[in-house]
């Protein structure tokens, strides 16, 4: 009884670090020491990275939404489970990149030079756009705009 006891053990350990390890919330992104998945530069600007996480429970981290965008053109998208962006308005919070509004406006830079920026909703973004002119973007919108 005492080996099976501990065999059983064993296993629902190794099954309950298999379970945990497949994920798919957000993963802490570390400003400063994280790198940016498609340009290899560290993530520093904690009002423009993304990330998504896999079916897998697989996180990727970017510098910015266009890294992460440009990354989109490279994989199969059924195989993301959740698309994060920075909230401009709330440094460091990641909000639902399918339900943000897009801003590319030359007078707010981001990391990657494409001037893409993404807000909590629509009116956050109208309100940044007023101040800073450029143009707003849905999801759908952005993704078409850097599809290759």
Not at 56 to 79: P, Q, V
Not at 84 to 96: A, H, K
């Amino acid at each position: 009884l005492g080996n099976t006891m501990k065999t059983y053990s064993i296993l629902l350990i190794i099954f309950c670090t298999l379970l945990s390890g497949c994920n798919n919330s957000p993963k802490p992104v570390s400003n400063g020491a994280d790198s940016c998945h498609l340009c290899k530069m560290t993530i520093v600007d904690k009002q423009h990275a993304a990330q998504f996480m896999t079916k897998k429970g697989r996180s990727y981290a970017f510098d910015a939404a266009e890294c992460m965008l440009n990354h989109l053109n490279e994989i199969d998208r059924n195989t993301v489970a959740l698309f994060l962006i920075n909230d401009y308005n709330s440094p460091g919070e990641f909000i639902d990149a399918t339900t943000a509004s897009y801003l590319i406006s030359q007078n707010i830079p981001s990391p990657m030079g494409e001037y893409l920026t993404a807000f909590n909703d629509q009116g956050a973004a109208e309100k940044a756009q007023a101040a800073n002119e450029g143009e707003v973007f849905s999801w759908e919108e952005i993704q078409n705009k850097f599809k290759k």
